[in-house]
């Protein structure tokens, strides 16, 4: 059987699980791991990354100490034992700085940790850091007035993508072995095609949300509770999910993230839509739907010929293939629309009293979007609402929808992305992630072919409601298939 792209791109590194393993079986000690991490992080070429906010290295050796003390003791340690973990900047993580890459908030220390996060933390990986964003990770790209530009430890020329950039980066150059980002318009996905890695969108509501900031009423958690999940339209569609280096390390994660620990709980259903008889996860032949996304704005000929191939595989391979061009196509005005006009809250209350320090542009669009009348919002809510209906009943009656991450791979450093011939940048090249995430439902991200400058493509693999492991299923199928 072939090598998957995913793989080869990521060959070399182990992935988290393969980590823990060793860690849990003593082939590998907890200190030496964050050792070979750190030894990368503090190299001329991890400098130049600069994918970290904060490091925490004393710290984490430490829990690496203890850790390993633990199992020599003949302790059973967690399924994540010595995994170096990395996370977002716009994540609140007790002792540490939270700071949403703004100049703002760069006093800002947390004093509670995000329980999505806690989770990990009690699976036994070890924290070794905060990673940089753009401000308040409103970007595609990853440069911050607080942490400054991050860049693509693979493809240099290229960027690591935003707004979890720093994640993507350090995840890519081998520092951290797993990173906890956000998604709010493809902060997930976007960024793990720029480097050639895997990353989890969660549907909304599936994991934790508190814990992100700014969280209600601007909270940085300063008075010593966790900041709650804003209630705009941010708030509920902003998603926090990881970034690895194998689909099964992000299926090791999102079971920590998703399930108290100790608490046994069962494996959620996963038959797809009412049909009690449908396949079951990543098992083929599937029922599929396709798009190359080209009404979510301009595509590379070179990404519309991925998809074809890919649909044609899977055909060939027994599965219910079936090109869909409409599929979501409200979902993105929609997005658009109601992102515009939607009152950001959260964030004019957080930097309230502090406005000379945010940046001219972001200081511009927190305050543009109080200039709606309410029935105007009221009207983007319900056309919002409308579109996501349509689409998780489009999405009910199959097993996924199979769509390009973006019209075609990373942008140039500067955030430029060449579509034949035509250039586009900023939030117009993540058109095919914003669709997307107004549905509301799970969606994976892997790389599954390289462009004609020799970047990844990525595609994402998007089910029904609650069916994150069937998504990961899938896409641990279509890695190999499609390779």
Not at 13 to 36: F, P, Q
Not at 235 to 244: E, L, R, S
Not at 383 to 400: G, N, P, S, T
Request: contains cysteine; hydrophobic residues 45%; proline residues 7%.
């Amino acid at each position: 059987m072939s090598t998957s792209l995913l793989r080869r791109l990521n060959s070399g590194l182990d992935d988290a699980t393969g980590i823990a393993g060793k860690v849990r079986t003593g082939r590998r000690s907890a200190v030496d791991v964050l050792a070979r991490a750190r030894a990368v992080a503090e190299s001329a070429a991890g400098k130049t990354v600069n994918a970290f906010i904060t490091q925490d290295w004393d710290r984490a050796a430490e829990a690496a100490a203890a850790l390993d003390k633990r199992r020599a003791a003949g302790e059973k340690l967690g399924p994540l034992a010595g995994v170096p973990l990395s996370v977002k900047d716009a994540i609140a993580v007790a002792g540490l700085p939270v700071t949403a890459a703004s100049l703002a908030f760069a006093d800002r220390i947390a004093t509670t940790t995000a329980p999505a996060v806690q989770r990990l933390l009690d699976a036994d990986a070890i924290l070794i850091g905060k990673t940089n964003c753009p401000e308040f990770a409103f970007g595609p790209t990853c440069d911050s007035p607080l942490g400054g530009r991050t860049t693509n430890p693979r493809f240099p020329s290229a960027t690591p993508g935003g707004s979890s950039g720093g994640e993507a980066a350090a995840v890519a150059a081998g520092i951290s072995a797993l990173g906890i980002g956000s998604d709010y318009g493809g902060s997930l996905r976007w960024p793990a095609q720029c480097v050639g890695i895997a990353a989890l969108r969660p549907g909304v509501g599936s994991l934790p949300g508190e814990g992100q900031v700014p969280g209600t009423d601007g909270s940085f958690g300063d008075d010593g509770s966790i900041p709650a999940a804003g209630t705009g339209v941010q708030g509920t569609f902003q998603t926090i999910g990881p970034m690895a280096r194998s689909v099964r390390d992000l299926r090791t994660a999102f079971r920590i993230m998703r399930d108290q620990p100790g608490t046994g709980a069962a494996e959620p259903a996963t038959l797809v839509g009412n049909d009690a008889a449908a396949a079951l996860p990543g098992k083929l032949p599937m029922r599929l739907l396709w798009t190359d996304g080209s009404r979510f704005g301009p595509v590379r000929r070179e990404v519309r010929d991925m998809m074809e191939q890919a649909a044609a595989k899977l055909a060939a391979d027994g599965s219910e293939i079936r090109e869909e061009p409409e599929a979501l196509s409200g979902c993105l005005p929609a997005y658009a629309r109601l992102r515009a006009v939607d009152p950001m809250k959260e964030h004019a209350a957080a930097i309230r009293g502090r406005e000379h320090l945010v940046s001219a542009p972001n200081l511009h669009t927190i305050r543009s979007t109080f200039l709606s009348s309410p029935a105007e919002v009221r009207h983007a809510w319900r056309a919002a609402q409308a579109a996501r209906k349509a689409a998780q009943e489009q999405l009910a009656a199959v097993d996924a929808l199979i769509l390009p991450v973006a019209g075609g791979p990373a942008a140039d450093a500067e955030g430029r992305l060449d579509i034949d011939g035509t250039s586009v940048q900023d939030w117009e090249i993540m058109g095919h992630c914003r669709a997307v995430t107004l549905t509301g439902c799970p969606a994976v991200s892997i790389p599954i072919a390289m462009s004609s400058d020799g970047l990844p493509l990525s595609i994402q693999i998007v089910t029904g409601p609650g069916l994150e492991l069937h998504a990961l299923d899938i896409a641990e199928q279509l890695e190999l298939l499609l390779a």
